[in-house]
């Protein structure tokens, strides 16, 4: 059992969720997050994958009368980070997230990476242009923007502004990486950028990820859940779930008969 | 090459005229709309510029630019401009100093603190100010913010720039607040999520990242307040005094360019005399002054133009 929850950075137990008009839109879902393993979450438009991304970093709480219930626990702290005891900044101080569409500040380039480093009282201008520097070199775009680092973020293409995103997300050493379909607003090649970037971060961190791509969820990931309307209908390792699936409505899903 | 087909015009295709024909008046309808707007800007400039020119038959530009005095209606008369235009000046420069700061604090709060409900209570109350008749604002410079600066300044003159220059700043804070938390409100919340997502408090989010992306239309809600006090005529024609005075100082007293034009508008000047004729003129140049405000404006906002 000590090996097993060593390995686990963060789980979901029972959790449910309710929006602010009373939709549950989670229904008691149990699955970990493995330390160094990139999980993918999958499943139909509406089936509540964002939802439950944005529980890991207390999302919900900025729109009032959204409720959780249940616990997502993070380790090694071994704290539900839903109880009402924790501060949601310190945990977005630990869980960082990209977007599915990049939404850089209206800053320049170092700035957008600086951010968190900058809201965290960082203020060591060597410091911080190491940590830029580190931080687009591990998002694979300093090599594009190293020679207009000031100018403003909006200029760069879609697919730069959403590895901007990551390197804005990177800065900042995030122990989790919530990723809500990074890729879906970007072409081929840019796509096929960001999921090599996502192999190498797993090294650094935990990752999961939402996304509409069966390819990518295969390419990917170690470990892969089916939801399907509020419910974790199978969770597993990414091999077992796209050859051997245990339930029919996730075969179903995976080879296109349904959704 | 092929011999070119005969081409005919099915009637299920042919030009619709009686659809044409209607399409065609309502363009037009709209278009007399257009022009009446468009037509009266140019008359009143027409008319501006006409009994200037007779003006400057008399007066010249330099005399007009340079004299430190304006006396039109004096035995020894006087045509300098500079007075009104620094009195013009000074208040409106006291009512931003005023606005500014105020109005887009509460244009944060509105937008990025207050609840729904609070929002809704004090944005109408806010733009309610808008509608209280200036003569009211002027009275309450004279008799309410004049005292109580004299209580604290007793040498304070009771017309003073600083009261009135107050009292508008007062009355175009909702100008400011209004127009900003609307440029403010109108940033995706995308952007909002970034920044608490990288454990950004409410505070920093507002002040690093929604100003910034609201900037232009901050600073339009600032041209447009600029605008506002630079045109002002009530507030300072009552409060600030009638005296042509060449001083920035505030605790002076001084008029501006919009209390000259009604003190004398209203006073029973023949046309063409040359007092008539000098309200023309000031008009003018108060209205290079809104122009060149409002073309600034412009640039900057093309300048800062927000991209989501
Ligand atoms: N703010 C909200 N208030 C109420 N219900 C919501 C809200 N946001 C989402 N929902 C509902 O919750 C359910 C799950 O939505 P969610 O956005 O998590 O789906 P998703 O799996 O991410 O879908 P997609 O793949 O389209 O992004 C949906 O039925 C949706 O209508
Ligand atoms: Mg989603």
Not at chain 1, 66 to 92: C, F, S, W
Not at chain 1, 190 to 212: D, G, Q, W, Y
Not at chain 2, 197 to 223: D, E, H, L, N
Request: proline fraction near 5%; include cysteine.
């Amino acid at each position: 059992m000590a090996t097993v929850t060593t390995a686990i950075k963060a789980e979901a137990r029972d959790l449910n969720f309710f929006y602010s008009n009373g939709a549950r839109a989670l229904k008691g879902i149990s699955m970990p997050l493995y330390e160094n393993k990139i999980t993918a979450l999958i499943g139909p438009s509406g089936c509540g994958k964002s939802t439950f991304l944005r529980c890991f970093n207390r999302m919900h709480d900025l729109y009032p009368g959204n409720k959780y219930q249940g616990q997502i626990v993070m380790h090694p702290d071994n704290t539900n980070v839903l109880d009402a005891g924790v501060d949601p900044i310190e945990v977005r101080m630990r869980i960082s997230m990209v977007f599915q569409k990049p939404n850089p500040f209206p800053k320049s380039i170092y700035e957008n990476v600086a951010y968190g480093l900058r809201v965290r009282g960082e203020n060591n201008k060597r410091i911080m242009d190491d940590k830029v520097e580190e931080a687009l070199k591990g998002a694979a775009l300093w090599s594009e923007v190293k020679d207009r680092l000031h100018d403003l973020a909006f200029n760069l293409s879609g697919g730069q502004q959403q590895r901007l995103c990551i390197a804005r997300a990177l800065a900042t050493d995030p122990e989790i990486m919530l990723f809500d379909e990074p890729t879906s607003a970007l072409d081929p090649i840019a796509t096929a950028n960001i999921e090599e970037l996502m192999v190498e971060l797993r090294s650094k961190l935990t990752i999961l990820v939402v996304t509409h791509n069966m390819q990518q969820a295969a390419r990917v990931s170690d470990y892969t859940a089916y939801m399907y309307l509020g419910e974790l209908i199978e969770y597993d390792d990414t091999d077992k779930i796209f050859t051997n699936p245990g339930r029919k409505e996730t075969e179903d899903y995976i080879t296109g008969k349904f959704g | 090459m092929q011999a070119p087909v005969q081409l005919t015009i099915s009637p299920r295709l042919a030009k619709n005229i009686r659809r044409n024909v209607k399409e065609r008046m309502i363009e037009l309808i709209l278009m007399l709309a257009a022009l009446v707007a468009v037509a009266t800007t140019f008359a009143i400039v027409g008319v501006l510029l006409y009994e200037s020119l007779s003006f400057f038959k008399t007066v010249s530009v330099v005399e007009f630019f340079t004299d430190t005095q304006w006396t039109p209606l004096f035995e020894e008369a006087h045509y300098g401009i500079m007075p009104l235009v620094s009195g013009t000046l000074t208040t409106s420069a006291i009512a931003l100093a005023v606005a500014v700061p105020i109005g887009t604090i509460a244009a944060i709060f509105l937008s990025e603190f207050a609840s729904h409900k609070t929002r809704e209570t004090i944005k109408p109350i806010l733009e309610l100010l808008v509608g209280v008749p200036t003569v009211v604002f002027g009275y309450f410079a004279l008799f309410f913010v004049t005292p109580l600066l004299q209580s604290i300044y007793p040498e304070l003159p009771s017309f003073n720039m600083l009261g009135a220059g107050i009292v508008m700043g007062i009355m175009i804070i909702p100008y400011i607040a209004s127009m900003s938390e609307d440029a403010m409100r109108a940033v995706p919340m995308s952007m909002r999520e970034g920044s608490y997502a990288m454990g950004a408090t409410r505070f920093q989010t507002a002040i690093k990242v929604v100003t910034p992306a609201a900037v232009s239309g901050i600073v339009a809600a600032y041209i447009l307040a600029i605008s506002r006090a630079v045109g002002e005529t009530m507030v300072v024609a009552i409060a600030a005094g009638q005296q042509p005075n060449l001083t920035f100082n505030p605790l002076e007293s001084a008029a501006t360019i919009t209390a000259y034009i009604v003190q004398v508008a209203m006073g029973d000047l023949p046309h063409g005399s040359i007092g008539y004729q000098s309200i023309f003129a000031a008009g003018l140049v108060l209205m290079a002054m809104t122009l060149s405000f409002n073309i600034i404006g412009h640039w900057v906002r093309k300048k800062y133009r927000e991209s989501y």
